[in-house]
């Protein structure tokens, strides 16, 4: 039974048979199941007025009057088999929309089409846009709760819950998006990154390995409490850019202790954080600190910190070493034997071999951000390709799906090293509009 109603009535679960009316001539394969907002926000952009229903595929009940008449369905053209496999792996922008897994089956002349991929990587960059959003938000909490800690007045912990609650839920809703910005090192307060940056990476990593809600809550909140203790350490010692001192070493120790003070004062805290502040420089073969334990007393959680902190600690820029590029570091972490080497691997699954937001070199010659994993290709990410390093010359940006492309990743490769400050390329290839 097929019924024509407005793009404003259009609802995920419906079933598309056909474009009734529309501003122009969009090209669009219609027949299929509305499976996402995105395409629903597309359709209208694009100026679709009109569409045709099938009331007996949809996967929602539409409601028909006892007066209402039902038209009888457009006349179809048929398409060829391989339409539909093409224009769901195209990366260009001017390709044909697709609603669903359905043959496509209404085709108009215009050049102004659209892909189902394109309207992914609009609500891709969006994710990015609302997720940047987000962690300049959490800088300031970060840097407020540590301003007050130092300054000996009381914190406001319902900001930091709140911000631990918005972390997990932009991971949930785009593990990509949040996990590009811990690459983007721009501020001089490392603690205020770090912690936000493993609380990020708690919650992609509890996500990964399926632990329970509650978990994933505490260890995100654990990532940004697990280091608060060094916040009262001496400034001068924080920024020191030489090789420390063992009387040093001592008193950076010490922010164990400092923290789980800290955070005791603190009301309603969860064991497992209190466990990871603890714990999380602890190391399996007992050469961690601050009481030397072993794997067989360091809990999952802080076992996962440990992994968390040692990873972003080593993508940091600091004042007595300077950073390592995500690659490096993953290879590093993989190496280490005071790690379990089971729980870095999942890390590493969790991650990407190609983290997010990692500069790559390829070989092309030309270097690329990149964008998002893929599971079924871990080493063949989707890239934001913005440099050449033959001309030494920005070039366009383009969005390009390795999987699919004659190029391939030689290496991860850091900023510095070609004198470039990675957040602007980052905001001009993800977020044109602020930029």
Known sequence: MIKSIPITELTIGMYVENVVKQKGNVRIKSRGLIKTQAIVDALTKKGILELEINIDKSKIEIPIASEEKVPEPAPQIQPSSNVIEDAAHSENINAPADISND????????????????????????????????YGQAKNVQQEFVNKLRSGAAPNVQELNNLSQD????????????????????SDDYLVEHAINCSILLAVFAKYKGLSQAEVEDLTMAGLLMDIGMATLPRELLGKTDDFSEADWTVIRSHVDIGIELVERLDDVAPIV????????????????????????????????SIVDSYDAMISNRGYKRSDNASIALLKLEKDET??????????????????????????????????????????????????????LHTEIVRLDLSRADDAIVAGVRPEEFSMKL????????????S
Request: negative net charge; glycine residues 2%; aromatic residues 6%.
């Open 103 to 134: 043959n496509p089956t209404l085709v108009h002349d215009n050049e102004a089409h659209i892909t189902e991929k394109a309207i992914a990587a609009e609500a891709h960059q969006a994710a990015l846009a609302k997720a940047d959003k987000l």
């Open 167 to 186: 972390i997990i839920d932009s991971v949930f809703d785009n593990v990509d998006a949040l996990s590009c910005l811990i690459m983007l090192k721009d």
């Open 274 to 305: 209190l466990d990871v502040i603890a714990n999380h420089h602890e190391r399996v073969n007992g050469s961690g600190y601050p009481k030397a334990k072993t794997a067989s007393d360091i809990s999952l959680y802080a076992q996962m910190a």
């Open 339 to 392: 790690l379990d080497r089971d729980l870095v691997m999942e890390f590493i699954n969790a991650i990407g071999l190609h983290p997010v937001g990692s500069l790559v070199q390829l070989e092309s010659q030309k270097l690329a951000i990149v964008s998002q994993r893929q599971v079924a290709h871990p080493l063949e990410p989707v890239v934001m390709v913005f440099y050449s390093l033959q001309t030494q």
């Open 423 to 434: 957040s602007k390329f980052f905001k001009k290839a993800f977020m044109p509009e602020a």
